[in-house]
């Protein structure tokens, strides 16, 4: 069974920082999706960004980039420039297309520092 | 992406009441939609993948006699909670899969406290 690993239960950033949260997976497949998840306390489940296990090329959106590490099976996610609203749960995630679940690990939340 | 809605937002009831949750994707058709569970401050947690027009197939572990599910049409499914207790109060989130980026795009969740 596919399990999602993410080691840090909480990190801080100072506003404007960067910071990088941490995400390994475990797989016997060769295609399969990843996915970042951002819950802010409306609980509202965001799309952060995702990657495409054959793509070599790490993802990247505006301030948020991946580190995909497939050989490693490492997913790891950097926001550049931090925010106060990006102050949240953040969940990764992996998908495989032979039953379409999602599997998530067990987060990390981010804590904004004005 | 798909837009998605839940409603109610936030239901109260008695020990041994039944609740019914509605998920409504609002401008796509789905033929399969996600109930997760959230506690709070945890992980999202499968409980079934809704189907329309066929049985939904629950996650292992969830008793589907007392979380029912019916997806009778591509943009309505529903969860009801029967028999409900104070165990069963949680964080309800569902999710439509659109096939096209292989992405889940979720509702805003129900949370449901039993007394």
């Known amino acids: 069974a596919q399990t999602v690993t993410q080691s840090q239960p909480e990190m801080s950033v100072q506003e404007a920082e960067t910071v990088t949260l941490s995400c390994t997976y475990d797989?016997?497949?060769?295609?399969?999706?990843l996915f970042w998840y951002k819950q802010p306390p409306s609980r509202q489940m965001i799309l952060v960004i995702r990657?495409?296990?054959?793509?070599?090329q790490n993802a990247t959106e505006n301030r948020f980039s991946v580190n995909f590490q497939k050989a490693a099976k490492s997913f790891s996610l950097k926001i550049s420039d931090s925010q106060l609203g990006d102050a949240a749960m953040y969940f990764c995630?992996?998908?495989?297309?032979?039953?379409?679940?999602?599997?998530f690990g067990k987060g990390t939340l981010l804590t904004v520092n004005p | 992406g798909a837009v998605v809605s839940q409603h109610p937002s936030w239901v109260i009831c008695k020990s041994g009441t039944s609740v019914k949750i509605e998920c409504r994707s609002l401008?796509?058709?789905?033929?399969?939609m996600f109930w997760y569970r959230q506690f709070p401050k945890q992980s999202l947690m499968l409980m079934a993948t809704?189907?329309?027009?066929?049985?939904?197939?629950?996650e292992q572990g969830v008793e589907k006699d007392k979380f029912l599910i019916n997806h009778a049409s591509l943009t309505l499914s529903t969860l009801t909670v029967t028999s409900a207790h104070p165990e069963d109060s949680s964080f309800y989130i569902c999710?439509?899969?659109?096939?096209?980026?292989?992405?889940?795009?979720f509702g805003p969740g129900t949370r449901l406290t039993v007394l």
């Open positions: 999710s439509v899969w659109t096939g096209v980026t292989n992405e889940q795009f």
């Open positions: 797989t016997s497949e060769s295609d399969y999706y």
């Open positions: 990657q495409e296990a054959y793509k070599q």
């Open positions: 995630a992996y998908w495989q297309g032979s039953n379409y679940k999602l599997t």
């Open positions: 401008d796509f058709q789905a033929t399969t």
């Open positions: 809704s189907n329309e027009g066929s049985k939904a197939t629950y």
